[in-house]
């Protein structure tokens, strides 16, 4: 019984939970933020790649 109200009493987990959750809400803005970044990146670089092959025939 003093097992059972001690892991009722006991907190300590809670701060790990915690930071779970703000690393998994940062992990998803992220990806959604830089998932327009790479299509700009890739449109860009495609289009210098494009140029390049273009100029060099």
């Known amino acids: 019984m003093r097992l059972f109200r001690f892991l009722l009493n006991d907190n300590s987990g809670a701060t790990a939970v915690e930071y779970g959750l703000i690393v998994s809400i ?32």
């Open 26 to 57: 940062l992990a998803v803005t992220l990806f959604t933020a830089l998932g327009g970044y790479y299509d700009l990146m890739n449109n860009m670089f495609g289009g210098i790649a494009n140029t390049y092959e273009d100029a060099t025939r």
